[in-house]
């Protein structure tokens, strides 16, 4: 049983080491108003502005900059 | 007493070859946006204080300062201070079609970099990212993010210094 767990912990933790970071000059798909988190610019700004609140860091969510929260 | 020896010289070649990597600019040979056969590589720039700007169009940051970049080439038409852009769209049409608008009379020399050799080369941790080189090709100062009139106006009193004015 306790191997069992062993195993399942193992399994579902495996998957965090597969992320990998994209840099600021690899977001050109990431930047195409698609991929907004809506296509109200008004509702992107509120949306963005929780984001930054939540995550604590400035930027990650667009091109510019690189999400490192220093501006 | 061994290991901590070999530790030593390992952190010391470490520190080294990174300091050497920051300090210097990478060997490129670029095509130019506008002409494909025209290449561009740091021997050409050798000599000349040399701003190299890493954008792309898709970059709201990048566009911004796209203007004063024009205005400061401007100033210097003694061809020893060089804007060097390099593009990292994955369609070099839209590169040139914003620069048309903005840079109408092909001030700023600009290649096309579609691997983002450069950028992965500088490490550039933010777009826009721009980087002041002297005419020995040492880095002498990185910026990130893009450049309104007031960094614009220090960067111009530095070039001055390094063209010893």
């Not at chain 1, 977001?27 to 700004?45: C, G, I, N």
């Not at chain 2, 020896?5 to 470490?14: C, D, N, P, R, S």
């Not at chain 2, 700007?53 to 061809?79: H, I, T």
């Not at chain 2, 721009?130 to 111009?156: P, R």
Request: proline share 3%.
């Amino acid at each position: 049983m306790k191997y069992l767990l062993f195993i399942t912990f193992v399994i579902s933790f495996s998957g965090c080491s597969a992320l990998t970071r994209v840099a600021p000059y690899e977001k050109e798909f990431l930047s195409q108003d698609k991929m907004s988190l809506t296509p109200l610019p008004e509702r992107a700004e509120h949306e963005g502005h929780i984001f930054l609140i939540r995550e604590a860091s400035a930027g990650g969510e667009s091109t510019f900059q690189g999400g490192c929260g220093c501006r | 007493m061994k290991h901590k020896l070999i530790h030593k010289i390992v952190t010391a070649l470490v520190l080294v070859t990174s300091i050497y990597a920051q300090d210097s600019v990478v060997d490129f040979n670029l095509p130019s946006l506008y002409n494909q056969s025209n290449k561009i590589s740091n021997n050409t720039l050798r000599g000349k204080v040399v701003l190299i700007n890493v954008w792309a169009s898709w970059c709201s940051g990048c566009k911004e300062e796209m203007p004063l970049f024009v205005d400061l080439q401007r100033e210097f038409k003694n061809n020893k201070f060089e804007i060097l852009l390099s593009n990292i769209d994955s369609d070099s049409k839209n590169a040139r079609d914003f620069l048309a608008y903005v840079d109408k009379k092909k001030v700023l020399t600009c290649v096309y970099d579609k691997d983002k050799r450069l950028a992965k080369a500088f490490h550039a941790i933010g777009m826009p990212s721009s980087y002041l080189i002297d005419q020995n090709g040492q880095i002498i100062e990185s910026y990130i993010g893009s450049l309104d009139k007031e960094k614009i106006f220090i960067l111009q009193k530095k070039i001055h210094q390094l063209l010893g004015k």
